[in-house]
């Protein structure tokens, strides 16, 4: 079911379709075990979607990241999972590194941002030994990107779902 602004209201209503294996996925200060690291936690901003759930999050430089596990329980061993998020640079351009990783997986990609909304996704196949999947946000030259900037980065709408490629953003509670 498809409520307001595209969302699926399966998981509000209860029904057996949810999707979205990251709980609160509005905000990233909300996400259950996320991890900042080299981040300030800043206020909340207008989202994509017309309302304030986005997080004004200040990266330092070629340092930061965060990251949060999906809720999801059972054996991951060859399933595909997509992490999407929206990010946006509300002050010119930034670059970040998206990813989707499981233990032993990790699916990244540069990301030059400006300060329009983008949806960002990528998509992991775990491996036998892997035991979380998660998605992560970073902007360390260790992860595969270089000439990182410190600065703003607005997140809004993280998402993880068992899937090969992204689908509509659906809001976990």
Not at 87 to 99: N, Q, W
Not at 101 to 126: A, E, F, G, K, M
């Amino acid at each position: 079911m498809i409520g307001v602004g595209g969302i699926s209201t399966g998981a509000i209503l209860g029904l057996p379709e949810r999707i979205n294996l990251l709980p609160h996925s509005d905000d990233p200060a909300a996400w259950p075990t996320s991890v900042l690291v080299g981040i300030t936690n800043g206020a909340a901003v207008a989202d994509p979607l017309g309302g304030t759930s986005a997080r004004a999050l200040t990266f330092a430089a070629d340092s930061g990241r965060i990251y949060a596990n999906a809720s999801f329980t059972g054996p991951l061993s060859g399933r595909t999972f997509t992490a999407s998020v929206y990010v946006r640079a509300p002050s010119g351009k930034a670059r970040i590194v998206v990813a989707g990783n499981s233990d032993t997986q990790y699916v990244y990609s540069d990301v030059i941002l400006t300060p329009l909304w983008q949806r960002i996704s990528r998509t992991v196949t775990c491996g036998a030994s892997d035991t979380v999947i998660r998605l992560a946000l970073e902007n360390r030259a260790g992860a595969g990107a270089s000439d990182i900037l410190a600065g703003v980065v607005e997140v809004f709408g993280g998402m993880i779902q068992e899937a090969a490629a992204v689908s509509t953003y659906e809001r976990a509670l």
